[in-house]
């Protein structure tokens, strides 16, 4: 596992409270991260500091939650991206919260490393452009969980549909202003992964 001492990689901090798991996502992080390790949300909070550029962040600990965990760092002022990686079916309130993407347990490694790399490459984005794909990654998990009827009757859903579609045209403005044709197809990549389903529709997910 790397230490921050020992290379300039970018840092992740992974919080979970199973020492083998936080382990194991150290490790297939390490050839291009340099991996923090903490069992609990006091630890996290101690160890997180403006260097950590992705925080991995499991909900449900002992102690001081993740939830909790997750408020506490954006009311410090780190706006570094945070990803829930937990074991908890999302439900209607992770609307409100503040993370920019959400795994379920299980993991695997190739989409460990993925997530990880498209919200750090997000974080260079302006504030506009993060917002919209931390609402879609939002739409695209409750997607996977929830019926059509339960998203038609739920009025956060509806405005979270309402303020990605407000969102877009600015959106793809931002993303035709970019310098390069690289930076062109990682937005593009990042803007069709956010809108489309991680772990596959449900059978009854065609809403139109």
Sequence with gaps: MSTDAATSDPVVLVVDDEPELASLFATWLDDEWTARVAHDGEEALSRIDEEVAVVLLDRRMPGTSGDEVLDTIRERGYD????????????????????????????????????????????????????????????????????????????????????????????????????????????????????SNQRGARPDQDCR
């Design 80 to 195: 570094c991206p945070v990803i829930m990686v937990t074991a908890i079916d999302p439900d209607f309130d992770i609307i409100e919260m503040g993370f920019d993407d959400y795994l379920l347990k299980p993991v695997s490694a190739d989409e460990l490393k993925e997530t990880v790399e498209r919200v750090h490459r997000r974080s260079e984005y302006d504030e506009i452009m993060r917002e919209y794909y931390s609402l879609a990654s939002k739409r695209a998990v409750l997607q996977t969980e929830k019926s059509c009827s339960e998203l038609e009757r739920n009025e956060e859903f509806q405005r979270l549909e309402s303020r990605l579609t407000a969102l877009r045209e600015s959106v793809d403005e931002a993303i035709e202003g970019l310098q390069t044709h690289e930076d062109f197809a990682a937005a593009f990549r990042d803007l069709d992964t956010g809108s």
